[in-house]
């Protein structure tokens, strides 16, 4: 008896752990309320801010809460904080890239080759330095300004980044609203917009090995390809207005039959008439 309830439980568990869609939403569950949120909700200062700074941020609204960055246990108050449940506590500046890392692991390699990583003992930036540490936010391209990239050098290569990523960014905007215009016409859209989507992600990383002529070659990569996808939209163009024409024509033929038709009824009517 006891042996066959044993073995319901432990199919009842194994079938709830089968079931991987649940996980997200017990994560989701758990970045909302933990015990880390609700002892430092109490703590004075620096301890308390990071709970404000960070409800507003992209993480937040990603379910990656305070021990996604800093470990530890989140449903434990007495052990929360201890290394065997593994908590690693605040980086120092300098491991910080490794920190972040974990998750962004592209972003990471690409910045640890870049002047930047290369100058990370030496004063260069680390990603808390761009993008702040508890309220970070989905980055746009204003993140390149003068007034933050001449803190430490002057502004001029900075820019020519900004341009070239700049012109690429105006490209699949535009590329965009133009094939949302064509999905509603009824045309299969799908295969173009992965391209962009591809195209995007591909740029989107380029930006941490600040190297302005590699960004400068591969930006004009990507927007050959771009240009290839907005050469197809201007045939979709063409295709559509032509099709818009000939319909226009065959309407236009329909109706000067109809009023000829008319005429030649009436005209015969009218000759009958004398005729009699
Ligand atoms: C029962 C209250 C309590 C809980 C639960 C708690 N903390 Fe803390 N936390 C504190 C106090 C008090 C300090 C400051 C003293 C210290 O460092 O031990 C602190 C310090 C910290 C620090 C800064 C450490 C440093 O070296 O400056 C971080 C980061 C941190 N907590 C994260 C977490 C995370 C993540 C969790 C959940 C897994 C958590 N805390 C759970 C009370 C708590
Ligand atoms: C995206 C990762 C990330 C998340 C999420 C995060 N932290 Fe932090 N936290 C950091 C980093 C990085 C530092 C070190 C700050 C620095 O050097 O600028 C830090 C520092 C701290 C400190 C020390 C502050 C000081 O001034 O000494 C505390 C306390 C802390 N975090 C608590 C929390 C709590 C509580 C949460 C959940 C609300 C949380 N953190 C969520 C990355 C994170
Ligand atoms: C536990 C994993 C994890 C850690 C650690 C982490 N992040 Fe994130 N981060 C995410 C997720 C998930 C997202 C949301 C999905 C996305 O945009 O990639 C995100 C989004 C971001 C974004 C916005 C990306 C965009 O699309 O515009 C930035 C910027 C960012 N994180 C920076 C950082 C920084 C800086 C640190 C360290 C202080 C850090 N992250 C630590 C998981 C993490
Ligand atoms: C010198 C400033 C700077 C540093 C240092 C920096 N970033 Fe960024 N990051 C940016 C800018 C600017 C963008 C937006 C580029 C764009 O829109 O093309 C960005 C974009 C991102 C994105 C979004 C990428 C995407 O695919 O959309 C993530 C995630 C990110 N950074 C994480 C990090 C992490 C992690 C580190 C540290 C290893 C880091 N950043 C270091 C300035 C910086
Ligand atoms: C905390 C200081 C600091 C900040 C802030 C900073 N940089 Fe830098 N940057 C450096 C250092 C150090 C170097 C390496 C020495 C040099 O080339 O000037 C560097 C180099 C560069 C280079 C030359 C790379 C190469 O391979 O020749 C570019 C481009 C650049 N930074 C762009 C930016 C942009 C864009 C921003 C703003 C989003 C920014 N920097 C913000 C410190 C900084």
Not at 116 to 144: F, R, S
Request: proline fraction near 4%; hydrophobic fraction near 35%; charge should be negative.
């Amino acid at each position: 008896m006891t042996k066959y309830f044993h073995l319901t439980i432990r199919s009842l568990l194994s079938a709830l752990l089968a079931v991987p869609v649940l996980w997200p939403a017990i994560a989701q569950a758990q970045a909302q309320e933990t015990v880390c949120i609700q002892c430092h909700g109490g703590q004075p200062g620096r301890l308390g801010e990071p709970i404000g700074q960070w409800q507003g941020s992209i993480h937040a609204q990603n379910g990656i809460s305070c021990h996604g960055c800093h470990g530890g246990d989140p449903t434990d108050f007495a052990m929360a904080m201890s290394p065997e449940r593994g908590f690693i506590g605040v980086p120092d500046e300098a491991e910080i890239p490794e920190f972040c890392g974990r998750c962004h692991v592209g972003v990471k390699e690409d910045y640890l080759q870049s002047a930047h990583g290369q100058a990370l003992d030496a004063g260069g930036p680390q990603c808390v330095t761009c993008h702040g540490n508890h309220a970070v936010q989905k980055t746009t391209i204003d993140l390149i300004n003068a007034e933050d990239c001449s803190r430490c050098h002057e502004y001029g290569r900075a820019e020519r980044i900004k341009s070239a990523l700049a012109e690429t960014d105006r490209m699949i905007s535009g590329l965009e609203t133009e094939l949302a215009q064509l999905h509603r016409t009824g045309i299969a859209t799908k295969p173009l917009q992965d391209q962009i989507f591809a195209a995007r992600n591909k740029f989107h990383r380029l930006f941490h090995s600040v190297d302005v002529e590699k960004i400068q070659q591969e930006t004009a990569g990507v927007q050959a390809e771009l240009g290839k996808v907005e050469e197809r939209v201007a045939a979709y163009h063409a295709d559509f207005s032509q099709r818009r024409l000939w319909g226009g024509g065959v309407t236009l033929a329909l109706v000067l039959m109809g009023v000829l038709f008319m005429l030649l009824r009436k005209t015969y009517h009218d000759e009958e008439q004398e005729h009699r």
